[in-house]
T-cell receptor, first 111, second 116 residues
Framework: QKEVEQDPGPLSVPEGAIVSLNCTYS??????FMWYRQYSRKGPELLMY????GNKEDGRFTAQVDKSSKYISLFIRDSQPSDSATYLC???????????FGEGTQLTVNP | DVKVTQSSRYLVKRTGEKVFLECVQD?????MFWYRQDPGLGLRLIYF???????EKGDIPEGYSVSREKKERFSLILESASTNQTSMYLC???????????????FGSGTRLTVV
């Protein structure tokens, strides 16, 4: 069983839709949770990060962490075609230490 | 504005060749990492380094070695390339534990290696 599970999709939505991306994990020592966005033929770039449980909002993006359920989510409001990318969840036990990634979810936002 | 630079975007090598993948970062990060990314498998950690001349095995180190002679440079070496090492290779760097305000990695653009 993988340490971090993420539905690979693909996920296709119309422009303006609310998108929900999710990951589950098994390692209760994870404390730092991140979402990366990867455009085609590019390296991943950090989109959101949170420490421990709770919510964090940044513009159209909201990250949620529920450590009791070992479940994290990324919500994208008013999705745009420019949001079309692969979204990877990642987590670590300590800041700056090795990250464990989910497989990534491929998202397409159709105009 | 490039912060993590990987020497090649695309590389084609023959089976049995020794292959060097170079990564340089200009952010004064202590930590550096090498991942490979494959469809259906996601990113898997090959090797990482928390300091100069220091290296640690990741989850899939077999067939690879690394070198970190300078803080800014982390090289991945395929000792004898095989077709199952055809993949996208991603280098990343980060600040260490003490820098609580600096989460996450900065990735390079990747090297797509094909072994024929």
């Amino acid at each position: 069983q993988k340490e971090v599970e993420q539905d690979p999709g693909p996920l296709s939505v119309p422009e303006g839709a609310i998108v929900s991306l999710n990951c589950t994990y098994s390692n209760s020592a994870f404390q730092y949770f991140m979402w990366y966005r990867q455009y085609s033929r590019k390296g991943p770039e950090l989109l959101m990060y949170t420490y421990s449980s709770g919510n964090k909002e940044d513009g159209r993006f909201t990250a949620q962490v529920d450590k009791s359920s070992k479940y994290i989510s990324l919500f994208i409001r008013d999705s745009q075609p420019s949001d079309s990318a692969t979204y990877l969840c990642a987590m670590s036990e300590t800041s700056g230490s090795r990250l464990t990634f989910g497989e990534g979810t491929q998202l397409t936002v159709n105009p | 504005d490039v912060k993590v630079t990987q020497s090649s975007r695309y590389l084609v090598k023959r089976t049995g060749e020794k292959v060097f993948l170079e990564c340089v970062q200009d952010m004064d990060h202590e930590n550096m990492f090498w991942y490979r990314q494959d469809p259906g498998l996601g990113l898997r950690l090959i090797y990482f380094s928390y300091d100069v001349k220091m290296k640690e095995k990741g989850d899939i180190p077999e067939g690879y070695s690394v070198s970190r002679e300078k803080k800014e440079r982390f090289s991945l070496i395929l000792e004898s390339a095989s077709t199952n090492q055809t993949s996208m290779y991603l280098c990343a760097s980060s600040f260490p534990l003490r820098s609580f305000s600096n989460y996450g990695y900065t990735f390079g653009s990747g090297t797509r290696l094909t072994v024929v």
